[in-house]
């Protein structure tokens, strides 16, 4: 072996150290990097010089520059960061909601309830005082005020989580696009055999964490490379690249699928998301989408959004709002259920959706069947008639015949069993059902007499408001008629008219104590007190915020073992690396010794010749 080759010899010794030694300060620079995985150089002896009596190496040659990255601990911190982004948001959006239902003392909806049947108590024993119908109207208005308040404040979370839908998804097709431009780069960088794109495998891997916190992916990335010679956590991924979201194609090495969001066609302007194939077809993928800040959105949210009303018809905020919904519908149909018993001159109900010749109990009306009875009375408050009406399978509306609520009203009838055919309720008032849907019952002479409706189970006042004290439907529009907003002293407190009469106000004041019925479907029902069913909506709600603040503690505590896992892979450990740094400092002065010390050699040769 020559001086030349030694010379050689340590000249592959120095590059290798100062190869190293970069190395090592790039990764000192990215400590603190985000996302940065350490690099080391990996090096072998050079294919030595085969002689006798033994091969002569040739030094050190490169081989590549490479990651310790473990690929199977990355797919549990991208798992552990899914899960904790979908339980951290899930309990800051629940516990926003549970704010709107403070119920603590002097302070929400319970007391706002409780104010209301005390004012009805009032007014049992102070049935013709003004004051008393003055603040039973002023704390019915709150009351029902409140209750959509509360619904609304509601529904604008909701609304807000489908405004941030949109945004992060958008930010998925933006990440995703972002991923298949780096494909391409390291595909074409990684194309020369031994060559790692490091710094674009570890922005790829970046977006993939990122990608993660907003939904579940998987992904594939060909065939898994282990070398335990160089350390052993080394687990990387191939060359290919597929990632998919909920089953569709979402990246494809350098190709992009991007989602489809849209609110195209629904009035209430709510997003659904679609995967979308090359021909242009889409495929609802809101119901498989899962995991992450966007499955908590759509959790809560909703995601199946029906076209009749153009909201959801799942989401755990959409079930709270439905939970307000029953519960105004309940506390609205007995209170004007209990109320039209309170005699009146006529009768007039909102405009009904109920076809004239449609079955009351197929109706989206809450009818039930058995019978109600209309009773009059005179002037001194004296009972002078009472006429049964049924209600079954058949009975309608207004169809023409007699077995219509319409025409069992306006049947002549002996109501008074004093086989007079002229002074009974036929004789004095009349029923309609016009054609915007109102039904009325109006009188048909200047008697001045009253009637009242007396239900046995038909729920027929409460359904039809026909008689009633609070307008509308649900939470959306629950309100005191206006009537009575207006002028308070319009309220009844009697059943027959007669002054001190407190019959009405005092059944009004026992709903409170009694179980009345909470309708969700017709096999979903409910049967509580109003106090006990609203309690029910309260525990339900701070019962899901705390659930969601203990699933977000535990998914915390496996990120932050997962993660320092990852960090001990992966991360950059300073004295490791300056350890390393002075080890190749060494090295690279040693080999700089041994170029210098041949260096003397050559010229001790040369000055031989001279």
Do not use: C
């Amino acid at each position: 072996m020559s001086l030349f080759s030694s010379l050689d010899t340590g000249y592959t010794g120095l590059n290798a150290s100062q190869l190293q030694m970069g190395t090592v300060s790039q990764n000192i620079a990215n400590a603190n990097t985000e996302g940065y995985t350490r690099q080391r150089v990996i090096t072998r002896a050079e294919e030595p010089l085969h002689s006798t009596p033994g091969d002569i190496g040739r030094g050190v040659k490169f081989v590549s520059v490479t990651r310790i990255h473990n690929e199977f601990v990355f797919g549990r911190l991208k798992n552990s960061s899914n899960a904790l982004e979908y339980n951290t948001f899930s309990k800051q959006t629940l516990e926003e909601v549970a704010r709107n239902f403070p119920d603590t003392k002097g302070v929400g909806l319970q007391d706002d309830m409780k104010n209301y049947f005390n004012s009805w108590n009032f007014l049992t024993s102070n049935p013709t005082s003004s004051a008393a119908k003055t603040d039973l109207a002023q704390n019915s208005i709150t009351f029902a005020d409140n209750i959509k308040d509360t619904r609304e404040r509601v529904r604008a979370i909701q609304n807000s989580l489908n405004d941030q839908l949109k945004i992060h998804v958008d930010e998925v097709n933006s990440i995703g696009k972002k991923i298949a431009d780096l494909n391409a780069q390291i595909g074409s960088i990684e194309s020369i055999k031994s060559n790692h794109a490091n710094d674009l495998r570890d922005e790829r891997d970046k977006l993939e964490l990122s990608l993660a916190k907003l939904l579940d992916i998987s992904v594939f990335k060909g065939h898994m490379q282990s070398d335990v010679s160089i350390d052993r956590n080394l687990t990387d991924a191939g060359k290919d690249y597929h990632l998919n979201i909920s089953g569709e194609s979402f990246v494809d090495g350098a190709s992009f699928h991007p989602l489809v969001i849209t609110n195209d066609g629904n009035k209430s302007k709510y997003y659904s998301i679609y995967s979308e194939s090359q021909d242009g077809t889409r495929y609802d993928v809101g119901a498989k989408i899962h995991g992450g800040k966007i499955g908590a959105i759509l959790d809560l949210r909703g995601r199946m959004i029906d076209k009749d009303t153009s909201y959801p018809e799942d989401g755990t905020l959409q079930g709270y709002i439905k939970d307000l919904d029953v519960f105004a519908k309940g506390l609205i149909e007995k209170t004007n259920s209990v109320y039209a018993a309170s005699a009146v001159k006529q009768m007039d109900s909102p405009s009904l959706k109920i076809d004239p010749s449609e079955s009351l109990i197929n109706s989206d009306y809450n009818f039930k069947k058995g019978s109600f009875n209309v009773v009059m009375y005179d002037n001194d408050g004296n009972e002078i008639g009472r006429k049964t009406i049924t209600i079954d399978d058949d009975t309608t509306m207004d169809n023409a015949t007699d077995s219509s609520i319409v025409g069992q009203f306006n049947k002549s009838t002996d109501d008074n069993g004093d086989n007079n055919s002229t002074n009974d309720l036929d004789d004095y008032f009349k029923a309609s059902y016009s054609a915007t849907g109102v039904l009325s019952i109006q009188p048909k002479t200047s008697q001045g007499y009253k009637i009242a409706i007396e239900d046995n189970g038909t729920n027929f006042a409460g359904a039809t408001a026909i008689n009633n004290f609070f307008s509308g439907n649900d939470a959306t529009n629950i309100s005191l008629k206006q009537d009575f907003a207006d002028n308070p002293s319009l309220i009844n407190a009697y059943k027959n008219p007669v002054d001190g009469d407190n019959q009405v106000a005092n059944e009004m004041l026992q709903i409170q104590y009694h179980k009345i019925e909470f309708k969700y479907s017709n096999t979903d029902i409910v049967n509580a007190t109003p106090d006990g069913f609203y309690r029910k909506i309260t525990a339900k709600i701070a019962t899901d915020a705390q659930m969601s603040g203990k699933n977000q503690e535990t998914s915390q505590a496996v990120y932050n073992a997962v993660n320092q896992e990852q960090q001990s892979i992966s991360g950059v450990n300073i004295d490791e690396e300056l350890a390393n740094l002075l080890k190749y400092q060494t090295a690279y002065s040693a080999n700089a010794k041994i170029i210098s010390t041949i260096d003397r050699m050559l010229d001790a040769l040369l000055s031989i010749k001279q």
